[in-house]
């Protein structure tokens, strides 16, 4: 069974930082790049970052770019995305989802997804 668990979602006040990890199972992960999507209330979900765990290249919104660094340990098949600097405008329920075709910020290129957990950044 594919699974993708998201957590390290929380509270945080504006310019502090929060850890989201992924960790996936299920399916063969050196063979998918991992991204990362977010949907803030009344908008549509949109891609932060995404991390090939083949080659480990990577994609960044330009909204985060210099503040959110994804990385990825293969050996416990697991993404993190490191968010610094966050701003109330990242508060959003964040994702993580897999996908075989190379990194990219298309929706509907994933495969499989997570089930989401909630960042909240207090100004």
């Known amino acids: 069974e594919v699974q993708l668990q998201a957590s390290g979602g929380g509270l945080v006040q504006a310019g502090g930082s929060l850890r989201l990890s992924c960790a996936a199972s299920?399916?063969?992960?050196?063979?998918?790049?991992i991204g990362w999507f977010r949907q803030a209330p009344g908008k549509e979900r949109e891609g932060v970052s995404c991390?090939?765990?083949?080659?480990?290249?990577?994609y960044y919104a330009d909204s985060v770019k210099g503040r959110f660094t994804i990385s990825s340990d293969n050996a416990k098949n697991t993404v993190y995305l490191q968010m610094n600097s966050l701003k109330p405008e990242d508060t959003a329920v964040y994702y993580c989802?897999?996908?075989?075709?190379?990194?990219?910020?298309?929706?509907?290129?994933?495969?499989?997804w997570g089930q989401g957990t909630l960042v909240t950044v207090s100004s």
């Open positions: 989802a897999a996908t075989s075709i190379f990194c990219i910020a298309t929706i509907v290129a994933y495969d499989y």
């Open positions: 299920g399916f063969t992960f050196d063979d998918y790049a």
């Open positions: 991390i090939s765990s083949s080659d480990g290249s990577t």
